[in-house]
Nanobody, 120 residues
Framework: QVQLVESGGGLVQAGGSLRLSCAAS????????MGWYRQAPGKQRELVAA???????NYADSVKGRFTIARDNAKNTVYLQMNSLKPEDTAVYYC??????????????WGQGTQVTVSS
C-alpha cells in the first residue's frame, strides 16, 4: 500500500507565494519521477512540473520562471514552490509519483489533491 499526502494549498492574493509538499509512504522500494498536475474547473488535468530521480526537471510554459519543483529522496517528498501567483493558477493541485514497490511492481500513484486559490 502506497499513499501520497499533499499539503500546503490555500488562498493567496495575486503576486503571493505558496509551497506545496507531497510525501510518499508505504511499501516503496524506489521512486522514479514525481510531479505536480493541476485541474481547474471545466478544464483537463495538466502537467505543471515534474522531476526525475536524477533531479532533471520539466515545467509547463505557463509556470516557467515562477514555479520551482524539488525533491528530497531521503524523505520521499516532492515540493512545489509557487511564486508570483496569478488568478489563472487557481486549481486543484495533484501530486503524482511513478515508483517501484517492495514486491517489484512499477506503479503510478496520485495524491488526493489540494486546492490553490489565487484572488485578484
Amino acid at each position: 500500500q502506497v499513499q501520497l499526502v499533499e499539503s500546503g494549498g490555500g488562498l493567496v492574493q495575486a503576486g503571493g507565494s505558496l509551497r506545496l509538499s507531497c510525501a510518499a509512504s508505504g511499501s516503496i522500494f524506489s521512486i522514479n519521477a514525481m510531479g505536480w498536475y493541476r485541474q481547474a474547473p471545466g478544464k483537463q488535468r495538466e502537467l505543471v512540473a515534474a522531476i526525475t530521480s536524477g533531479r532533471s526537471t520539466n515545467y509547463a510554459d505557463s509556470v516557467k520562471g515562477r514555479f520551482t519543483i524539488a525533491r528530497d529522496n531521503a524523505k520521499n517528498t516532492v515540493y512545489l514552490q509557487m511564486n508570483s501567483l496569478k488568478p489563472e493558477d487557481t486549481a486543484v493541485y495533484y501530486c503524482n509519483a511513478d515508483l517501484v514497490t517492495i514486491n517489484g511492481g512499477d506503479y503510478n500513484y496520485w495524491g488526493q489533491g489540494t486546492q490553490v486559490t489565487v484572488s485578484s
